[in-house]
């Protein structure tokens, strides 16, 4: 059983920068892999980024590449969503979530645990 809780929402102008962290509990932490989810209102959940459980390999969504970067600390079972130069349709609620299969997926269906969300909005 994992629990997550995210941190680190909230209001900033386009162009600017925020840092999300999730915060994970469990033991077997460092064996799952992490994503980033994100849904605006009125839209379905989409794929933001995620990892392996050793951060060798990490993808993200082509609307976020070169901006976000997510990393992991396994010793502290914690992951991070660096957002840069964000812009008004980053604007979402925001979700990390883990799973123990492998390999990565970026489809919602593939994670088992999900945060609470955090909100995130992004004005022009």
């Known amino acids: 059983q994992v629990q997550l809780i995210e941190s680190g929402g909230g209001l900033v102008q386009a162009g600017g920068s925020l840092r999300l962290s999730c915060a994970a509990s469990?033991?077997?932490?460092?064996?799952?892999?992490m994503g980033w989810f994100r849904q605006a209102p009125g839209k379905e959940r989409e794929f933001v980024a995620a990892c392996s459980w050793i951060g060798d390999n990490t993808y993200y969504a082509d609307s976020v590449k070169g901006r976000f970067t997510l990393s992991r600390d396994n010793a502290k079972n914690m992951v991070y969503l660096q957002m840069n130069s964000l812009k008004p349709e980053d604007t979402a609620v925001y979700s990390c979530a883990a799973t123990s299969r492998v390999p990565v997926t970026t489809t919602p269906k593939g994670y088992d645990y999900w945060g609470q969300g955090t909100q995130v909005t992004v004005s022009s």
């Open positions: 469990g033991r077997t932490f460092s064996r799952y892999t």
